[in-house]
């Protein structure tokens, strides 16, 4: 089998990465041309669907008051806590809230087919979970991060068709030589966004909520920039893979983020090019400053 190279910046990529994808990739002839295999169920050990109920069981009971309403309403949809979920039983149910499925992969996967599982209402989820030792933190995610952090709002029929559209114009920004700026907003929206709610500022990104220790350092901080969501801003930002969040973009609801990112995208992708780079961590003329932490 010839052997997969990573390539480019995928927005499912956390960072450029010279080391070799972490995941079986051959799996004796099982992973499809579109990167997509059979949930390898049997594989898993007692101690991986101890892990997982372990990180399921601590991560929930963190959620209050920090993750989103949505997020909160749609976690118990994940169905089984104690062990490892099988897809299809989670597919039954999204399937008949969304049209969206969960699909297994080995692992990360490169732009253009990450891309075009997501234009077709299909979520990619890394099969594997991470070993003891690294229950606190793993650099790539796991089907942790991936079930826990980006699942439950598929559930949800705007960021649904938000998803869906994501997809599709991650196939445009690789015709057009943009995936880096667009990755960028896949990052502080889908993986760190914060939501503006009635009851206080929350989170909504995957890698907030799959995180015990960026969850209220993300919400509840004074350290980090909150700013509300401007697209050129966020695509010009480059972004900390290794530690918290410098900044988080804040948004008001999900339409907002649907509605915002609609237009086409080719004349905010020209005028990128001529604007430079922003490092994580500062404060730029024009930003909005989402309002204050609320006790
Ligand atoms: N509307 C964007 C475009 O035309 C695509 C997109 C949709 C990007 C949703 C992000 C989120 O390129
Ligand atoms: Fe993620």
């Not at 960021?159 to 690789?174: N, S, T």
């Not at 995936?179 to 939501?195: A, D, H, K, N």
Request: with cysteine; net charge negative.
């Amino acid at each position: 089998m010839a052997e997969i190279v990573i390539q480019g910046a995928s927005p499912a990529v956390y960072g450029q990465s010279t080391r070799p994808p972490r995941g079986d990739y051959a799996r004796g002839g099982q992973v499809n041309t579109d990167y997509t295999c059979p949930q390898n169920y049997a594989a898993y050990t007692a101690a991986d669907h101890d892990i997982y109920r372990r990180l399921y069981e601590r991560q929930s009971a963190l959620l209050p008051g920090l993750a989103c309403d949505e997020f909160i309403t749609a976690l118990p949809l994940l169905g089984v806590k104690t062990q490892i979920p099988r897809f299809e039983k989670i597919n039954d149910r999204l399937y008949r809230a969304t049209g969206w499925e969960v699909v297994a992969v080995p692992g990360l996967i490169p732009e253009v087919p990450f891309f075009t599982l997501l234009a077709n209402r299909k979520f990619p989820v890394t099969d594997w979970i991470r070993r003891p030792d690294e229950f606190d933190y793993v650099v790539e995610p796991d089907i942790f991060h991936d079930l826990f952090g980006h699942v439950p709002l598929l559930f949800n029929p705007v960021f649904a068709d938000h998803m869906q559209a994501y997809g599709a114009g991650g196939l445009k920004a690789h015709a057009l030589g943009a995936c880096e700026q667009l990755s960028r907003l896949y990052w502080y929206t889908i993986e760190f966004g914060l939501i503006q709610q009635k009851s206080g500022l929350r989170a909504y990104g995957a890698g907030i909520l799959s995180s015990a220790g960026e969850l209220a350092y993300a919400v509840k901080s004074s350290v980090p920039h909150r700013i509300a969501l401007n697209l050129l801003r966020a695509m010009r930002t480059r972004y900390k893979i290794d530690s918290y969040q410098k900044t988080y973009f804040v948004i008001d609801s999900f339409q907002q983020l649907f509605d915002m990112t609609a237009p086409d995208f080719t004349p905010l992708y020209a005028a990128l090019q001529r604007l430079t780079e922003l490092p994580a961590d500062v404060q730029a003329p024009g930003d909005v400053m989402a309002s204050a932490v609320m006790a």
